[in-house]
């Protein structure tokens, strides 16, 4: 590790990792993080407020949801987090946390339920975060041809979509490469401002 | 630092907040990825100020951890660890180093050039 650069400040920065249940989000941390997956976990006391599909619902509740999340050292002053979103995409409480001041987010999606992502890119695309679609091939096999997923998922032609196998690093890290060039180029062309929500 | 009242989650029934002596909203807004450091003060007195604190301090000494970790460690919920720490911050125990939240104000070149930063970090990995 290096000594700390006496003109860097120490920060962070984050990337969020998102995508259906059970669609490898803890595997794909858990490949590049230098440290065991470790869990948080944040509550909500509420008389919820519109915070998912049962709107309205006025009983006081408490939802505890829980993030999973590793850590890269990038140098001795700067430390990259991936978070990864919780399993139910109702927690919306907990995501508008999440994405303040993430670089990106890597939406993963398991060709057979393709559908399972729409909410999270939905969500990216309103809170105008630039994020990219990892195809996880869970039995080695794509099922999908690139073109017919970006088609159906009705992303822009610019959005990176690439193939990932979740569990090896070398992969996840060439997902989370893929993810800086994207944002730089966008950042490069000017279509950056106002991202990061 | 922002204080954001509407995003923070609260958890007033939790046991947990009897060590934050039932406040459950933080002097300061802290993100979960910022860094927390503690302080050379933090180092002397951070060990006699409660047991909770002690080891926020003494975890924090050894190496840079994030909020996120702080509470992951602590098995606290992410708001009680917020509110240790920012208590800790003002009382010159801990020092906190705000993430670079990319789009968020910091200036388009700060933020191309923490990009690149963190390219070439993955490209070393
Ligand atoms: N074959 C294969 N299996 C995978 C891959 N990624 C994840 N898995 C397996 O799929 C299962 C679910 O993976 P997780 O990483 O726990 O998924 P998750 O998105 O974190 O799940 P939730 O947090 O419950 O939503 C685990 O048994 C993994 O071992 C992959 O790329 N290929
Ligand atoms: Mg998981």
């Known amino acids: ?71 890269i050292t990038i140098d001795s002053d700067l430390i990259l987090y991936l978070f990864g979103t919780p399993g139910q995409t109702r927690f919306w409480f907990m995501w508008d946390e999440l994405v303040r001041g993430a670089i990106g987010a890597v939406v993963i999606v398991d060709t057979r339920r393709l559908a399972d992502c729409f909410a999270a890119i939905d969500f990216f695309e309103h809170r105008r975060l630039p994020y990219l679609i990892a195809l996880n ?26 193939t990932t196998d979740a569990r090896s690093r070398e992969s996840t890290k060439q997902v989370l490469i893929t993810l800086v060039e994207y944002v730089l180029t966008m950042r490069r062309a000017g279509a950056g401002a106002g991202v990061g929500a | 630092m922002v204080v954001d009242r509407d995003h923070e989650p609260t958890g007033a029934l939790v046991r947990p907040y009897a060590v934050t002596r039932g406040r459950t909203r933080p002097r300061l807004e802290i993100a979960m990825e910022a860094l ?15 047991r909770e604190q002690a080891t926020i301090a003494g975890m924090c000494g050894t190496r840079l951890q994030s909020l996120a970790e702080i509470a992951a460690h602590m098995r606290m919920p992410l708001g009680v660890a917020r509110v240790l720490v920012a208590d800790m911050a003002a009382d010159g125990l801990l020092a906190v180093h705000e993430p670079s939240g990319i789009g968020d104000g910091g200036g388009d070149l700060v ?3 923490l990009l690149e930063r963190v390219l070439s970090g993955l490209r070393r990995l």
């Not at chain 1, 091939?137 to 999908?144: E, I, S, V």
């Not at chain 2, 050379?40 to 007195?45: D, H, I, P, S, V």
């Open chain 1, 1 to 71: 590790m290096s000594i700390r650069q006496p003109n860097n400040r120490v920060t962070s920065a984050k990337i969020v990792i998102a995508g259906g249940f059970g669609v490898g989000k803890t595997t794909l941390v858990g490949s590049v993080s230098e440290i065991t997956p470790l869990t948080t976990e944040a509550i909500m006391t509420s008389a919820s407020e519109g915070v998912d599909d049962n709107d309205m619902v006025q009983d006081k509740t408490t939802t505890t949801v829980a993030m999973d999340f590793g850590r």
């Open chain 1, 137 to 162: 091939c869970f039995d080695g096999r794509q099922h999908h041809d690139v073109n017919d997923v970006r088609e159906a998922l009705a992303v822009s032609p610019n959005t990176p979509i690439v």
């Open chain 2, 36 to 50: 927390v450091e503690t302080t050379a003060r933090g180092r002397l007195n951070g060990l006699s100020s409660g």
């Open chain 2, 111 to 113: 933020g191309t050039e």
